[in-house]
């Protein structure tokens, strides 16, 4: 099996968008896909987070107008029916005084970078 890793650490809406796109059609593709949240993707994982992430642009603002299904509903997709996993920063999540408790529910167990790096060898890696 091919593996997808894909590294979120932006915090607007089109790379957040895209990247769970990649994520949920490489998962259902029967790719391996390991998805890692850090910086400024972390909190909108975060249960207290509400809203959406902002737009950088045009495309952005129509996809809210055109209601694109939200990436967060994307990434539980991916991990629902491809079996993708999505791992929080450990270290953002520290940072941040996230608990691993407080992450939506379809997150996997915290890890740090060195590890998630060990698991992405040998395959494609995204980053956005």
Partial sequence: MSKVSIIITSGSREKL?????????????????????????????????EGGAP???ELGRLME????????????????LGDAKIYPCSMAMDVMGIHKDDVKPFL??????????????GGQCWSF
């Avoid at 910086?39 to 975060?46: C, G, K, L, T, V």
């Fill in 17 to 49: 968008q895209f990247a769970a796109m990649m994520a949920s059609v490489a998962a259902v593709s029967a790719y391996e896909v390991t998805v890692f949240l850090s910086m400024n993707a972390m909190p909108y994982f975060a249960n207290t987070h």
């Fill in 55 to 57: 737009t950088e642009g």
């Fill in 65 to 80: 107008e055109k209601n694109v299904p939200d990436f967060m509903e994307l990434f539980e997709q991916a991990v629902e």
């Fill in 108 to 121: 996997a167990e915290p890890l740090g970078l060195t590890k998630f790096m060990s698991m992405a060898e």
